[in-house]
């Protein structure tokens, strides 16, 4: 089914995303727990519960579950995630091809807003900022906007980028 069939019905909110986003950059962010408590408050966000790991967070997004949550270590916020997107249904999302359209919509309307991104993939895009690192990423049932420290952001990309190396190297020899 073409997208304009569930345009009416399944919702975004890259206009209040965007505004998120802008916020997280002008934040004056220290990236202890503290700052997840004072982050929502600024964006009119509830924080409804905190465990030792993690946090769930209310936002006001206009969509049909407007929420997100937060990473947590001892001392520290490691990355916060919002929904920007209504999540469609399995056979919703692979027919209609909407988790895609959306994704150009909000990757379109966030580099507005932070300019060129840093990283491109097909499936995310990113902005390292100088106290923040914003991603965009299309889930295969919808978008969601991920912001992180970008001392933890910097320490997942180490790892991701020695899952690469190791997986290289122990790459079987090609018979011939």
Known sequence: MPPSQYDSTMRTDFDRAAEIVCLAAEFDWTWSRDDLDRFCAAAGWTVTEHRERGASITTDLNIARPGGSADL????????????????????????????????????????????????????????????????????????????????????????????????????DEEV
């Not at 991920?146 to 190297?169: G, K, L, T």
């Open 73 to 172: 270590d001892t001392n520290s916020v490691q990355a916060i995630d919002f929904d920007v997107t209504d999540r469609l249904g399995t056979q919703e999302a692979e027919s209609s091809g909407l988790p895609e359209v959306w994704f150009n919509g909000l990757s379109h309307r966030l580099s507005t807003e932070l300019g060129l991104p840093t990283r491109r993939g097909e499936d995310r895009m990113r902005w390292d900022l100088s106290t923040v690192v914003v991603t965009a990423y299309r889930g295969k049932r919808d978008c969601f906007v991920n912001i992180a420290s970008p001392q933890y952001r910097a320490e997942e990309d180490q790892i991701d980028e020695y899952q690469i190396d190791e997986y290289i190297v122990n790459w079987p």
